[in-house]
């Protein structure tokens, strides 16, 4: 049984910064690619950055050159670090692992103030 435990979210003033987590355990055999997606209310999930396991990155449009995400592989962990965030950026992020399935986590709530 595989689980992805999220952390880090919450509540900023625009501007501010958040740092997620995202760790994986269980039966691990192969991670392929790790990733934040977040989901508006009323919107669609969105890829926001993925890495894969050779450390190649992919970001959304909006979160290229103020987010960061990075991996720790001995530890299965993802991070997402965000700066300069904008209350249009309040949402559940999501974090997303695939292996040999496909595994999301439960989420975590980023709200961003005005």
């Known amino acids: 049984q595989v689980q992805l435990v999220e952390s880090g979210g919450g509540l900023v003033q625009a501007g501010g910064s958040l740092r997620l987590s995202c760790a994986a355990s269980?039966?691990?055999?192969?991670?392929?690619?790790m990733g934040w997606y977040r989901q508006a209310p009323g919107k669609q999930r969105e890829l926001v950055a993925a890495?894969?396991?050779?450390?190649?990155?992919n970001y959304a449009d909006s979160a290229k050159g103020r987010f960061t995400i990075s991996r720790d592989n001995a530890k299965n962990t993802v991070y997402l670090q965000m700066n300069s965030l904008k209350a249009e950026e309040t949402a559940v992020y999501y974090c997303?692992?695939?292996?040999?399935?496909?595994?999301w986590g439960q989420g975590t709530q980023v709200t961003v103030s005005s």
């Open positions: 269980g039966s691990i055999f192969r991670i392929n690619h």
């Open positions: 997303r692992m695939i292996e040999l399935r496909d595994y």
């Open positions: 890495i894969t396991n050779g450390g190649s990155t």
